[in-house]
């Protein structure tokens, strides 16, 4: 994975858009050839779930924050070539769901992310 130095990545903006459930802010940061993988108990590591382009970011945007749960970012970390942080999910019944991510930037846009998602077992 290839990146260019940028500082105009904003992962406030970002994670600010991820707690308010803000799916369109979210899109808008990544650029049209974005690969999203995810990781959990389901598409597990030799096999995540991998989205393309913002057809499928915007289903997967949009999919997440018709949930009905909280949103708290906790830790954030920044560099010129990226960012990452955690995203800490809870539904009503009081189901939680710990998310680390760690995004890639280039030319100002989200190129390539990773999500790590821990689900607590029913």
């Known amino acids: ?5 940028t ?7 970002f994670t600010r858009a991820a707690e308010q459930r ?8 990544y650029g049209p050839e974005a690969i999203v993988r995810i990781a959990n108990k389901i598409s597990q590591p030799a096999a ?8 499928e970011i915007k289903a997967w945007l949009d999919d997440t924050y018709a949930r009905d749960m909280t949103h708290k970012v906790q830790q954030r970390v920044k ?4 960012a990452a ?3 800490a999910c809870r539904y009503p019944d009081g189901t939680n769901v710990l998310c680390a991510t760690v995004i890639a930037v280039r030319d100002g846009l989200i190129s390539d992310q990773t999500i790590l998602e821990v689900w ?3």
Do not use: I, K, N
């Open 1 to 5: 994975m290839s990146t260019t130095a």
């Open 85 to 87: 942080f955690t995203l």
């Open 120 to 122: 607590d077992e029913a």
């Open 79 to 82: 560099d010129d070539a990226g």
């Open 22 to 29: 803000d799916a369109a802010t979210q899109l808008s940061m």
């Open 7 to 13: 500082t105009s990545f904003d992962v406030d903006t």
């Open 48 to 55: 995540p779930r991998v989205l393309r382009g913002h057809d």
